[in-house]
């Protein structure tokens, strides 16, 4: 069993900034890629940011220059450095993980969600 959990959403004002984490849990051998996506209400769930185990990164155009997504390999962790927010950052966002479980195989792992709302 694996299991990821966001932390690090809220409320902010547009223009500020939160940073979000997802730490993964369970029979983990290893993670290859991570990353975090959102869902607004009546929208389709979108890719935000992603990260290879190697440091690789790729982001939507939409939140290039403001977000950073990092990873910590040894703490199974992702984070999203989230700044110069916007109210159309507003959503629920997911982690996401390929995750390599010891002994069985590779499985794509998602959170619970946290809710990111930015007023303006």
């Known amino acids: 069993q694996v299991q990821l959990v966001e932390s690090g959403g809220g409320l902010v004002q547009l223009g500020g900034s939160l940073r979000l984490s997802c730490a993964a849990s369970g029979s983990i051998f290893s993670i290859n890629g991570m990353g975090w996506y959102r869902q607004a209400p009546g929208k389709q769930r979108e890719l935000v940011a992603a990260i290879s185990r190697g440091g690789n990164t790729n982001y939507a155009d939409s939140v290039k220059g403001r977000f950073t997504v990092s990873r910590d390999n040894a703490k199974n962790t992702v984070y999203l450095q989230m700044n110069s927010l916007k109210p159309e950052d507003t959503a629920v966002y997911y982690c996401?993980?390929?995750?390599?479980?010891?002994?069985?195989?590779?499985?794509?792992?998602w959170g619970q969600g946290t809710p990111v709302t930015v007023s303006s």
């Open positions: 996401n993980a390929e995750v390599v479980v010891a002994f069985t195989g590779t499985l794509d792992a």
